[in-house]
């Protein structure tokens, strides 16, 4: 059973960082890129980039280029996404999901971030 | 500014059927295959309902159904369900390996 777990709800401070994480299980954790995407709150869908576990290679939105970090431990089948210099707007459910040729076959629960003073 | 233009909304009755369009202005968009499509029912995670157009995951109701034409991908729901109620979301993947979401549809079913 493919399966991704998120880290639990996060309340960050305006200029801070934030850390999510997201353990797959049930696959080969390196064979499958894996996307983060976010929600804020009344907005649609967001995709930030996504990271390839096997190699660590990376590929970032434009938008996010300079504040995002993805990076992965493949030892325990995890991937994390770390945003910096958090701003209001920052504010979201932030997914991870499993990439599958073009597009996401299996996503996370979502991890609420919110960024307040 | 999304990339792929959805209509903020849609509705339909039971047993009705309703369509939810996806437009795109790149050429990556008219060329290639892969459009995908995801529901989001208030409060849970997306669920990939289409993918490479027309293509159903296993689990998913053939009610559901894609297509494209030229620039614009549809969703189509038949014999719309009161579970059905939910945002839709297009998605495509793009030649520099990144991907766009559309603005999202809401579906009522009245």
């Known amino acids: 059973h493919v399966q991704l777990v998120q880290s639990g709800a996060e309340v960050k401070k305006p200029g801070a960082s934030v850390k999510v994480s997201c353990k797959a299980s049930g696959y080969t954790f390196t064979g499958y890129n894996m996307h983060w995407v976010r929600q804020a709150p009344g907005q649609g869908l967001e995709w930030m980039g996504w990271i390839n576990p096997n190699t660590g290679g990376t590929n970032y939105a434009q938008k996010f280029q300079g504040r995002v970090t993805m990076t992965r431990d493949t030892s325990i089948s995890t991937a994390y996404m770390e945003l910096s210099r958090l701003r209001s707007d920052d504010t979201a459910v932030y997914y991870c999901?499993?990439?599958?040729?073009?597009?996401?076959?299996?996503w996370g629960k979502g991890t609420t971030v919110t960024v307040s003073s | 500014q999304s990339a792929l233009t959805q209509p903020p909304s849609v509705s339909g009755s039971p047993g009705q059927s309703v369509t939810i369009s996806c437009t795109g202005t790149s050429s990556d968009f008219s060329t290639y295959n892969r459009v995908s499509w995801y529901q989001l029912p208030p409060g849970t995670a997306p669920k990939l309902m289409i993918y490479e157009v027309s293509n159903r995951p296993s689990g998913v109701p053939d009610r559901f159904s894609g297509s494209k034409s030229g620039s614009t991908a549809s969703l189509t729901i038949s014999g719309l369900q009161a579970e059905d109620e939910a945002d839709y979301y297009c998605s495509s993947y793009t030649s520099s390996s990144t991907w766009v979401f559309g603005g999202g549809t809401k579906l009522t079913v009245l």
């Open positions: 999901a499993r990439r599958l040729t073009y597009h996401m076959d299996v």
